[in-house]
């Protein structure tokens, strides 16, 4: 899949022009956007010359015949009766595409479902109250009859496929838009976030009559695929998730280069072992591989098969902006963060007006920290478009870099205005107010952060870290629990989980998650923060830059922790040889010994690391002095006296607990006067 013949080409272009007029025709704006970029970045074969019949002079001579064509009103469609409808409809449904793009939902809808039906057909399935009505019926009390369910039927009139989505898709902007009028301000005293679209339950009443009865009359193959995703839309804002699965998987075979439909359905694929059962059910196209790419990127897979992926889909598209922010976005979750800066550097000097991403790129020059090159993207991105959710956020990156947490509160907060679903406002919003010790507020935005978004493992990460702050250990472990299954190759994930195993007294499983996160440690080549948190309590996106070093090292502070928990238990054979690893990572050392004491899934992931000799270690830390303190008792109290005496005299050349290491040593000499003596 490196190239494409020109029949290959030529039929890629066709597709995605088809799914361009499609896609504004009925007003997906972001999803024709998305198309016509592909369509833009394909790399067109050597052989694609007027041989293929795209030379100019013939497309000069064909001028008469093509500009006769309305794209519009006569684009493609082998069914007849579509045809005849949609031709029919032309005039109505300029009208109602000019409302639409004015904003006018409610008076687009109208051109197509009269009054009768577009407020009263579809409201009259549903109660006038906040939310939708209750599916479960009441109990009958006394001798009173239950009221017999009406059948599903079809509310709409004939109308074309295209006409009728408008209108349904027009309604259900309406509800969006009436909701976000309801809404409170962001986390505001009055804001409960319990407002919903009042239009859903009547859409989805209505759609469902639909095609039950495209069913019943043998048509569901003349479907576009277009109402079902609109369908599949309705199905997961009101929480069914499973049966919006079936029909978002209808919406992508019927229509798979509407990109809209693959992103609403890889909302809904909560882990990786769900994934594999959609993509088993997926067409096979392009798309299909497009969309394993991006799945595998949210739920943080890195892979060698998804970079391969990626380098055979850059071939054939190698100027996509969107495949190189996936790139970016791939090297950010394997800790390679320079690689990544230079990819959205790259993006930023090729289309320096394009925002989409500069959200994810402000996180990065924050974790590095590179505040000049985000004061830079904060002045390129306000200068585009100020009132863009990502410009928002990429601004109060800067002011959080600058510790001004309240201004960066501030605009994290338009940026929710804008767009209350932009889950990098939420869960940033969250990490200020940690900074802010505001606990109770960082709760509810990383609560709001999961609810967009349950792959966000960051916003899981905060809530352990909130509820920890607040001392309610069993709450931080389940937390913690959900972001070490979304990032399993996380050290900083599991020694969250381990210390709230400690704090709990499951010591036993406290030591075996630490185990693991000795594992995980080794995936990364770096010294540093290793993840995007600091490693303290409350802190926001670790500030340290990851220095590249060249072999892996155990992180000291874990090892130290898996002695001290051993030393609890009583065991303290294994607490010494621990203690021992701890001083080892000093000048480095391989993790072979440490191989016999970890669990079999920990080992698997050990023996992967490279067991060089190269001297590259941690140097004297206040973590490694406290374990060559501890292991100069331990000599003295198994009589041990000159190891205990030499672990006592390196401690005082190393400056760190002298006072402790001098006592030790007196007593040390006092012991031999004693036994010599």
């Known amino acids: 899949m490196s190239s494409l013949t020109s029949e290959q080409a030529r039929e890629l272009q066709d597709q995605l022009r088809d799914a361009i007029v499609h896609c504004s025709e009925r007003c997906l704006y972001q999803s024709a956007k998305w198309a016509a970029e592909l369509l833009d970045s394909i790399d067109l074969p050597e052989s694609f010359n007027s041989s293929d019949g795209y030379e ?31 031709a029919r409809e032309a005039h109505k449904y300029l009208l109602a595409k000019s409302y639409f793009d004015t904003r006018e939902y409610d008076r687009c809808a109208a051109v197509f479902l009269p009054l009768p039906t577009s407020s009263k057909g579809l409201a009259a399935f549903e109660k006038k109250s906040r939310g939708p009505a209750p599916t479960t019926p009441l109990k009958p009390s006394g001798r009173a009859e239950t009221t017999p369910k009406k059948p599903v039927t079809n509310p709409f009139p004939k109308l074309s496929q295209k006409s009728l989505f408008l209108s349904l898709y027009a309604r259900y902007l309406s509800g969006e838009k009436k909701r976000d009028e309801e809404t409170e301000m962001v986390l505001g005293p009055a804001e409960q976030g319990v407002t919903v679209n009042r239009e859903l339950a009547g859409l989805a009443r209505g759609l469902e009559g639909y095609f039950i009865q495209r069913r019943e009359e043998n048509l569901e193959d003349k479907n576009q695929g277009w109402l079902e995703y609109l369908y599949g839309v309705i199905l997961t804002r009101s929480k069914n998730e499973e049966e919006a699965k079936y029909w978002l998987l209808q919406a992508v075979h019927r229509a798979p280069f509407h990109w809209g439909a693959w992103r609403e359905l890889n909302d809904l694929l909560a882990d990786s072992k769900e994934a594999q059962q959609v993509y088993q059910q997926l067409p096979q196209n392009i798309m299909t591989l497009i969309f394993h790419l991006y799945s595998s990127q949210e ?12 380098d055979s889909l850059l071939a054939i598209f190698p100027r996509s902006y969107f495949l190189q922010t996936q790139r970016a976005m791939l090297l950010y979750h394997a800790k390679e963060l320079e690689d990544a800066c230079r990819v959205f550097k790259g993006i930023l000097i090729d289309d320096p007006y394009r925002l989409d991403g500069l959200d994810h790129y402000s996180n990065i020059l924050y974790v590095l920290p590179d505040r000049p090159q985000l004061s830079f993207l904060a002045q390129v991105a306000t200068a585009t478009d100020k009132f863009r959710p990502e410009t928002c956020v990429v601004v109060g990156n800067y002011y959080s870099l ?13 940026a929710l205005t804008l767009d209350r679903s932009f889950l990098s406002a939420w869960t940033l919003m969250g990490h200020e107010y940690v900074e802010m010790k505001n606990t109770h507020a960082a709760i509810e935005s990383y609560r709001r952060a ?20 607040l001392d309610m250990s069993f709450y931080a472990l389940f937390y913690y629990q959900k972001a070490a299954a979304l990032r399993p190759y996380d050290p900083k994930m599991w020694q969250a989980v381990g210390s709230c195993y400690a704090k709990i007294g499951k010591t036993d499983q406290g030591i075996r998650a630490l185990k693991r996160a000795l594992a995980a440690g080794t995936y990364y080549e770096t010294i540093g923060t290793g993840s995007s948190f600091g490693s303290s309590v409350g802190s926001r996106a670790g500030k340290k830059q990851q220095v590249p070093t060249g072999r892996k090292i155990l992180d000291p502070d874990t090892l130290y922790h898996i002695a001290s928990m051993y030393e609890r238990i009583g065991d303290y054979e294994q607490a010494a040889a621990y203690m021992e690893l701890t001083i080892q990572q ?49 000599a003295s109290q198994n009589q041990d ?17 002298v006072e402790e290491a001098k006592a030790l040593m007196r007593d040390i000499r006092a012991r031999k006067e004693r036994q010599a003596g």
Not at 587 to 611: F, I, R, Y
Not at 641 to 657: F, K, P
Request: glycine share 4%.
């Open 56 to 86: 100019v002079d013939s497309q000069m001579q064909d001028i008469d015949q093509s500009a006769t064509v309305n794209p519009i009103l006569n684009a493609h469609n082998e069914d007849p009766v579509e045809a005849a409808l949609e």
């Open 450 to 469: 999961v609810d967009v978004n349950r792959k966000d493992y960051r916003a899981w990460y905060g809530l352990g870290q909130a509820y920890e702050v």
């Open 299 to 310: 739920l943080f897979q890195t892979t060698d098969d998804i970079h391969s992926t990626l």
């Open 586 to 634: 000093e000048t480095g050392s391989t993790a072979k010994a440490l191989e016999q004491s970890l669990d079999d899934d920990a080992t698997d992931v050990m023996s992967n690391e490279d067991n060089d000799d190269s001297q590259f270690g941690t140097g004297v830390t206040a973590t490694t002095s406290k374990a060559r303190l501890w292991l100069a008792r331990w």
């Open 402 to 414: 600058k510790s001004e947490h309240e201004k960066a509160v501030m605009y994290f907060r338009r």
């Open 641 to 657: 006296y000159d190891r205990a005496d030499m672990l006592a005299g390196e401690l005082c050349q190393d400056g760190v607990e």
